[in-house]
């Protein structure tokens, strides 16, 4: 019972991110699932990947209907990153924990120190 209601707050938290920074849900959901859930960092992240889903879906119409999205920027944007999904969804299964944590930690790290400057 007490994992179902971390799961739900952590949940919170990153939808509360997502809604309010676009992205975030795999920053809070990922470290979340690994410490309170015990969950394997390659089934965390990919766990992440379909609670992260409706969140964007939900978030992105409440943009689209109260802010607009320029489209042409999407379309360009989606390309890349559906080919980045693939590419990344492909590799996951095939690194080690260790590196994965390193990976995913320094990509943290850069995006925390980019938001600075």
């Known amino acids: ?25 795999g920053t809070v959901i990922v470290p979340c699932m690994e410490k309170f859930l015990k969950t394997e960092p390659q089934k965390a992240h990919a766990s992440a990947i379909a609670v992260i889903l409706p969140l964007c879906a939900v978030s992105g119409f409440i943009y689209f209907k109260d802010m607009g999205i320029p ?31 390193i990976v995913f930690g320094a990509v943290m790290i850069i995006s925390g120190i980019r938001m600075f400057f």
Not at 75 to 101: D, E, P
């Open 1 to 25: 019972m007490q994992q179902k209601i971390a799961a739900v707050l952590f949940s919170l938290a990153a939808g509360l991110c997502n809604g309010f920074f676009g992205s975030g849900g």
């Open 71 to 101: 489209w042409q920027s999407v379309i360009f944007a989606g390309i890349g990153g559906f080919t980045g999904g693939i590419v990344g969804a492909r590799l996951l299964g095939k690194i080690k924990s260790r590196t994965l944590h």
